[in-house]
Nanobody, 124 residues
Framework: QVQLVESGGGLVQAGGSLRLSCTAS????????MGWFRQAPGKEREFVAT????????NYADSVKGRFTISRDFAKKTVYLQMNSLKPEDTAVYFC?????????????????WGQGTQVTVSS
């Protein structure tokens, strides 16, 4: 069992930055690939980024590539999403998720555990 708790969301102006954190409970953090997804009002949940179980290997949605960076700290059992050059269209609830696998995937249905989400609002 893994519990995930996100933090770091908030209100920021366009062009600004935020860093989201997702801290996992339990002893098996290193068994999971991790992902970030987001859901804007009236829209479906969409893939943002993944990082492999062992770290280092990442994948990004085209819409955030070059602006967002996913990373993980095994000692702190935490995965981060550094978001730079934020745009109003990045406004959404951001969720982290854990997949019992090696590489991560953009398919939300493959993930085993989800956090409750943190709101990110980017004003123009």
């Amino acid at each position: 069992q893994v519990q995930l708790v996100e933090s770091g969301g908030g209100l920021v102006q366009a062009g600004g930055s935020l860093r989201l954190s997702c801290t996992a409970s339990g002893r098996t953090f290193s068994s999971y690939a991790m992902g970030w997804f987001r859901q804007a009002p009236g829209k479906e949940r969409e893939f943002v980024a993944t990082i492999a179980r062992i770290g280092g290997i990442t994948n990004y949605a085209d819409s955030v590539k070059g602006r967002f960076t996913i990373s993980r700290d095994f000692a702190k059992k935490t995965v981060y999403l550094q978001m730079n050059s934020l745009k109003p269209e990045d406004t959404a609830v951001y969720f982290c998720a854990a997949e019992l696998g090696d590489w991560g995937t953009s398919d939300a249905t493959k993930y085993d555990y989800w956090g409750q989400g943190t709101q990110v609002t980017v004003s123009s």
